[in-house]
C-alpha cells in the first residue's frame, strides 16, 4: 500500500534561515508526487509538483528515488512561508486515481 | 479560469441527519474527488469520479455516497450522521489525463459540523 510520511509535524525557524521540510513515501509504482500548501483560512494550494522540476515562491523539492523522498527546500524562509504543507502521492495506475496525503507539517516562520 | 467551487460553505447538522454537498470543478474537469480532512487523521480520500462513474472509494463506511452529473458537477451525500462526521470535507478536480493532467486542484471546502 502506497505512504506518504512526513516525520515532523511542526517546524519553526527565523526569517532568512534555510528550511527543508522532510517527506518519504511508500510506492511500488513509478510515483507522481506534489507539495500541497494552506495557509491560514485559504484553500489547499498546489505549491510543486515533481514532474515540473519548478521552483515556486523560491521552494524546490527533488525527488529521490533511492532514497524513496520528495524533501521540500527553500535556502531563506520567508514570514509569510508560515503555513502548513502537506506532501502528497498520485495513485494514477488503474482504475484508481487519488492523492495520499502526509499528515502534515506546519511551519512557523519567526521574526 | 473559475477554480473549484464547494457549497455550502459551513452548514450545522444534527446527530441522525442527512447532508449533501456539493461541488462544481474547473470547467474541461471531468475528475471529481473528495476528501475528509480532520485534525486527527489529516486528508482522507473518499472517491474519485470520471465521467460519471465511481472509479474508486476510499475506506469509508456505506454513508458516505457521492455521484456525478453529466456536466461534471458532483455531490456527495452522508446519511445518519454522526459526531465524527464533523469535517471539512473537500472537493478537488482534474483533467485526469495523463502526467500533464494529473494536477489536482482544491475547492475551500464545506464546514461541516455535526451536534
Known amino acids: 500500500a502506497q505512504r506518504v510520511t512526513q516525520p515532523e509535524k511542526l517546524l519553526s525557524v527565523f526569517k532568512g534561515a534555510p528550511v527543508e521540510l522532510k517527506c518519504n513515501y511508500s510506492?511500488?509504482?513509478?510515483?507522481?508526487l506534489f507539495w500541497y500548501v494552506q495557509y491560514s483560512r485559504q484553500r489547499l494550494q498546489l505549491l510543486l509538483r515533481?514532474?515540473s522540476r519548478e521552483s515556486i515562491k523560491g521552494f524546490t523539492a527533488d525527488l529521490n528515488k533511492g532514497e524513496t523522498s520528495f524533501h521540500l527546500k527553500k535556502p531563506f524562509a520567508q514570514e509569510e512561508d508560515s503555513a502548513m504543507y502537506y506532501c502528497a502521492l498520485l495513485n494514477s495506475g488503474g482504475s484508481n486515481y487519488k492523492l495520499t496525503f502526509g499528515k502534515g507539517t506546519l511551519l512557523t516562520v519567526n521574526p | 479560469k473559475a477554480g473549484v467551487t464547494q457549497t455550502p460553505r459551513y452548514l450545522i447538522k444534527t446527530r441522525g441527519q442527512q447532508v449533501t454537498l456539493s461541488c462544481s470543478p474547473i470547467?474541461?474537469?471531468?475528475?471529481v474527488s473528495w476528501y475528509q480532512q480532520t485534525p486527527g487523521q489529516g486528508l482522507q480520500f473518499l472517491f474519485e469520479?470520471?465521467?460519471?462513474?465511481?472509479?474508486n472509494k476510499g475506506n469509508f463506511p456505506g454513508r458516505f455516497s457521492g455521484r456525478q452529473f453529466s456536466n461534471s458537477r458532483s455531490e456527495m451525500n452522508v446519511s445518519t450522521l454522526e459526531l465524527g462526521d464533523s469535517a471539512l470535507y473537500l472537493c478537488?478536480?482534474?483533467?485526469?489525463?495523463?502526467?500533464?493532467?494529473?494536477?489536482?486542484?482544491f475547492g475551500e471546502g464545506s464546514w461541516l459540523t455535526v451536534v
Open positions: 515533481h514532474i
Open positions: 469520479y470520471f465521467s460519471e462513474t465511481q472509479r
Open positions: 478537488a478536480s482534474s483533467l485526469a489525463t495523463g502526467h500533464t493532467g494529473n494536477t489536482i486542484y
Open positions: 470547467s474541461g474537469h471531468r475528475s
Open positions: 510506492y511500488s509504482g513509478s510515483p507522481e
